[in-house]
């Protein structure tokens, strides 16, 4: 870390003295400038600039209300400031591209209202927040403020006067990148996204001032302080042990050397404008700083593996917190898209993705992708099988992501994620084309509706979302992972041991949690099976939970639609009562249940147009559950969404939960005919298991028969193994292997 | 009625020594068959062509298995003979179209193969129907399999030598007429979609071989018995009173004058082939007849209440038993649009709907259809408001819809609906764009699914769908409409009292009910309200029953979505209990429960990218209980859909019920952004109210006012009112008015 300090250094001494550093524009150069007015039209870009004239033109001549600030999201005060500062910035880059000098009228303008005020606004009078702002009730406001106003004030910064710009610097700018940093330390110095627009905005509006102090404090931070405080929404300030901080030690920290963002796609889908805006104005201010190659190109990564993480529709996965339905589609996913096709390797599916969005940030980076759609280059973005390593060195667990022809499925062992972490390990979602089959319940909140406590996170999202019954995962004894605290799950993380995508009819996923239960080790395999011999993909799940002593274990699947069809004879409750009373079965009314009869069972349902079976190998004693969430939620702010477990009274030693799920079949309620509505398998069973291997066998319904074999202790590729099954000798490489048994058997 | 009947022998003498009578084919004549063939080629004709050759392709050479029969619906041999009588008939038009004599081979071979066993098949052995066949188990298929299997005859009749006809007609044909006829009468005369099929059946054979006796059966019925037995769905076999039979009465019973039917749109669309295509059938055959115009052209007029009686989406609106999901895009529909489109008035929105299925019959008027969509003269469909009285005279209600921009309201007043019809009167169901606001439940059935008990009615369609609480409307005592019974709801039905849809601001239906309950009567007006202080158009919904003595009034919204917000402080049940023991309540859990306060109460909810918000006028002493379903279904045939219930302890007298429903605000999970979350309505309130009128006031958040005044006695066009009010006098002409206040109010 140290060599990487210093090599910064040296290239900021040379830097500083570069011809480029007079620049002040931060997001589009002088050159891009001319290149863009004197090159041909391009009709997405110029649509792109039309639509940002159409938002300014009502306030060109009457300009904006600059209010003392005094409301929460929601009111007007913070509505009005956040409206000022997306026009400003849009103002910025039309005057850039047109030159049009009304834009920079606007913006002098604004921000001499800004100048003449601020220096009288104390904290804001709202105390919910940890950090209070002065613009806003949180500083993370404050600071997308500075994000986007110093490309504002870039923009225009050549075209106003000395005095005009000495007057703004020094009574509003300055003085805003002081309480942003050194007046609000805790804020500044945190790893969290929130701190990172802090830090993009201190060193932006840096960059245009030539203050090579704000511009070290941006990307170094101040000194670290070992304080202890927690945020308004639970998670730690400082870090255990931190020693870094400001931009480069977020990019160090937020990511995984594959991109992966530890938050999960929705926070990362945020957390990407400050470092890639503040990346561009590094790129275009100080080149040789060479941020996009930075830890191997990671920004560049990140934006891919946030690509990877969304669904038919373009939603990202809804892992920890995370509202369902926001996509890629969004606007914050604009710059990531230009600038990742421009910086990145010009991946023409990136094009495909833009060009579906019908719009181009105003960047050279969004002329050039608009100039290469003209050219017909665009093409569809495409999705893979992927793993997404966790943690800075990427040695903390993982999202492992597997995909046949519809079948989508993730598998999550990632490190918890901080405040916004759920206790999931080793659970999974499971979609097929663009449907939900097995859900990731996402987060209990509904972002800036009212009437849901002020469109924050609702106590349920604690209660509920975050617990360990709410995810596709083993709850051991009732309990959540960790009981549920929040800084033993984040000490620690699961571990990956098997991610194999070559073989495309057996793709696995398999990982080991041995930290979220005391003396409980949990082992999860999960395998997508192609072959002709089934409509989709399969799904063989193999849950493995070693115990030191007998518990109970409950194995949830959060599913969608209507139950058809149970082999498990299900009596339903005359009356319903919740589940339990603490660790998220308080929301779950305990709607039926049923005994296991026989080795193997099937749960039967339908969703949309298809159909999905749960083939279970099963013991006696096991039973199903089916429940359904909303009790103890006086405010109605769960869904009241369906799920079925399976009980299992586990034993020391080994307890392994096996089954099947299938997809198959279609109904069509306009022609009303039905088509394979039941599951093509016919047995799912362990046909052998000791202390090194377990092998599964499972036949369908025209008596084919398959054999999986894990090695459960040693997943090395090369490493050769030999197993005896039923007089037969099977010899294979590698911790798994696949087989359709010969039909004599 | 006796003279349509002379007057259809007449045409009958004439007719018989038509030249057109000795052409066998049912609906494709000579003329127009060359015509095709000599005609341009029409690429959505030339299509269709095609694809029923593909269909064909698999079977000519090795032929179709004619198994003896055996199996229910479902099964192996139930859809061989299904799949044998669509195969044929295709054949034949492609016969006829294409010349190929392969086709008329395979029809010959398949009719041997029938008739060398069917003096053999005894009735079928399932004793499920109170009809049974001898093909199928039940009479019905065996109609379908001659309605599809005469048109196959007839295109190949004049190429078969004369041996082969006698043969068939001898050994096959008629002794199938007969058994659908005089074998089996209580079918055959029975006035119902099933015997509609057979009446076709028989008459299409008969024009084909010539056979009049068997057109006369098929157009008048058999001798009337008075047999009083009931059908294996519950309905009655013979109509109180029925004097006629046969298909012209089939049309006389089935259909209003304005061509609804009275099962609803569900049943009409499968009702509507047997009608059209033996329609189409005497119309080549028997021209004089000009069926088409019978009852003023009463079968067109039925194509377009079908269509009109669709959702944005194209489904039929679930009245009474009704899978939802059936669209126009249904099989079914090819023949009514095709046949609406020639033989109606060209309407060029009927070639829109055409052009979306992207297939026409392969029948003349497919085939005019297809070259005019060729000709670019297609059109989107246009629905708008309407009214369609039910009743062979219109007189037995009806249902009304009202359309305003995207908002649809379907008022039902209609008779019962036989052994498909439900508890429903005065109910209604909204829908805004393509998503259902308040539902209706359709039917407790999963059409063809093997799983949920063969695909058959579920014992829930009665114990639930079909009940008065499973429908927005209200229930008088915890009972349903006439206690449930059919015959007594079949006996008599509501009455129409307003439908004015002249302007578009203010659209009226009001109906009035006073034989469902005992000394109760009934009388709803939805009122829908366009006006451009609000965003979208509002419900007002003005509900009175008139009581005898006091009794307990419930008034339940079978809405779709997440509650959001309620000013009724709504208590939520830690155990949930079901609402009541029987008529539907028993399905019901009670979720919530809370006393109005105050004179006006709002709950608001969210759907999708919208939000809804039922505005009350309260009085003390009501209360809200908010339910959900799946109580006391074991086998989980219910969806798990939640129902806002109003609950008022009804006085002698009138008890009014008014509220406003307003659609407004949206929401976008990938922008976040929130607009009109709240509803705009401050107060609904009675103003006034006597034996004569009531006046309902509503205010919005920018203190605009408007009055509704509704006479309850007079429903007179022409007849002049006049209400003192607040020292103001209002004069209006009509049953109703709507006035915005002064500002100085």
Tied chains: 1, 2.
């Excluded at 406001?141 to 500075?146: C, G, H, Q, R």
Aim: net charge neutral; aromatic share 12%; glycine share 8%.
């Amino acid at each position: 870390m140290l060599i990487r300090k210093y090599t910064i250094l040296v290239y900021l001494l040379i830097v500083s003295f570069s011809p480029l550093f007079g620049q002040h524009q931060l997001t589009l150069t002088n050159e891009e400038e001319k290149e863009i007015k004197q090159g041909e039209t391009v009709e997405l870009f110029s649509n792109s600039v039309k639509a940002a004239e159409k938002k300014l033109a009502p306030y060109l001549e009457k300009g904006v209300d600059v209010p003392t600030p005094k409301d929460l999201a929601g009111g007007y005060t913070h509505s009005q400031h956040k409206k000022n500062y997306f026009l400003m910035q849009k103002a910025g880059v039309l005057f850039q591209i047109t030159g049009n000098e009304a834009y920079a009228e606007f913006i002098k303008n604004t921000l001499e209202k800004y100048s003449a005020q601020y220096k009288n606004w104390d904290r804001h009078p709202s105390k919910k927040s940890y950090a209070r702002g002065k613009i806003f009730w949180q500083c993370l406001n404050d600071a997308n403020w500075l994000v986007y106003t110093s490309q504002a004030y870039g923009s225009i910064y050549s075209w106003l006067s000395p005095k005009e710009r000495k007057k703004l610097n020094n009574e509003l700018f300055r003085p805003m990148a002081d309480f942003l940093s050194v007046e609000t330390p805790r804020f500044f110095n945190r790893l969290h996204n929130h701190s990172t627009w802090a830090n993009a905005g201190v060193g932006m509006i840096g960059l245009v001032m030539e203050d090579e102090d704000l511009v070290q404090k941006a990307l170094y931070g101040l000194p670290i302080t070992d304080e202890k405080v927690k945020d308004n929404d639970g998670g730690s300030i400082t870090k255990e042990g931190q020693k870094e901080a400001g931009f480069l030690a977020q990019i160090d920290h937020s990511f995984s050397p594959d991109g992966y963002y530890t938050e999960g796609p929705y926070y990362q889908r945020y957390a990407m404008y400050p470092f890639l805006i503040f990346a561009l104005a590094l790129e275009n201010q100080q080149p040789s700083l060479e941020i996009f190659k930075y830890r191997e190109g990671v920004l560049l990564k990140a934006v891919d593996a946030l690509l990877q993480q969304t669904n038919a529709s373009g939603e990202f996965f809804p892992l920890n917190d995370a509202q369902k339905g926001m996509s890629y589609y969004s606007r914050e996913l604009q710059l990531s898209l230009a600038l990742g096709y421009y910086y990145g390797k010009q991946d023409k599916g990136l094009l495909g993705l833009i060009k579906e969005q019908q719009r181009v940030p105003l960047n050279y980076a969004g002329y050039i992708a608009a100039r290469d759609i003209n050219k017909g280059l665009a093409q569809p973005f495409k999705k893979h099988s992927i793993y997404f390593s966790d943690g800075p060195k990427g040695d903390k667990g993982g999202i492992g992501v597997l995909r046949s022809d519809e079948v989508e499925l993730i598998m999550k062992f990632s490190q918890h994620g901080m405040g916004h972490g759920h206790f999931d390990r080793l659970s999974y979602s499971l979609n097929f084309g663009k449907e939900e089959v097995l859900q990731d319940y996402g987060a209990a909140r509904y972002v800036n509706i009212h009437q849901k406590d002020g469109g924050g996170y609702l106590k349920e999202n604690k209660t509920w979302a975050k617990q360990t019954i709410a995810h596709n995962t083993v709850v051991v004894g009732k309990r959540s992972q960790f009981k549920g605290n929040v800084k033993k799950a984040d000490s620690i993380s699961p571990e990956e041991y098997i991610f194999s995508t070559d073989k495309e009819n057996v793709q696995v996923v398999s990982a080991k949690e041995s930290n979220a239960y005391q003396e409980v080790d949990l082992h999860r395999t999960l395998v997508l099976i192609k072959d002709s011999s089934f409509e989709n993909p399969l799904v063989l799940d193999l849950f493995n939970v070693q115990l030191d002593t007998a518990q109970l274990l409950q194995l949830p699947y959060h599913y969608h639609g209507q139950l058809m069809f149970s082999s498990v004879d299900l009596q339903r409750a005359t009356t319903l009562k919740p589940l339990g009373e603490k660790d998220g079965y308080q929301h779950l009314w305990n709607v039926a249940e049923g005994e296991v009869k026989g080795a193997f069972n099937q749960i039967n349902w339908f969703d949309k147009h298809r159909f999905y079976t749960l083939n279970m190998a099963t013991t006696e004693g096991e039973s199903i559950t089916l429940a359904e969430l909303g009790a103890n939620d006086p405010h109605f702010n769960l869904r009241r969404d369906p799920s079925i477990i399976l009980n299992k009274q586990g034993q020391k030693g080994d307890n392994w939960m096996v089954s099947i799920l299938e997809t198959h079949g279609s109904y069509s309620t306009v022609t009303e005919a039905s088509k394979n509505t039941y599951s093509t398998i016919k047995d799912v069973f362990i046909s052998f298991q000791n202390n090194e291997y377990i092998t599964v066998n499972f036949t369908n319904k025209q008596n084919e028969e398959w054999t999986f074999i894990l090695s459960t202790v040693d997943n090395s590729d090369v490493k050769e193994h030999q197993l005896s099954l039923k007089d037969r000798v099977i010899k294979w490489d590698g911790p798994f292997v696949l087989f359709k048994n010969e039909i004599d058997q």
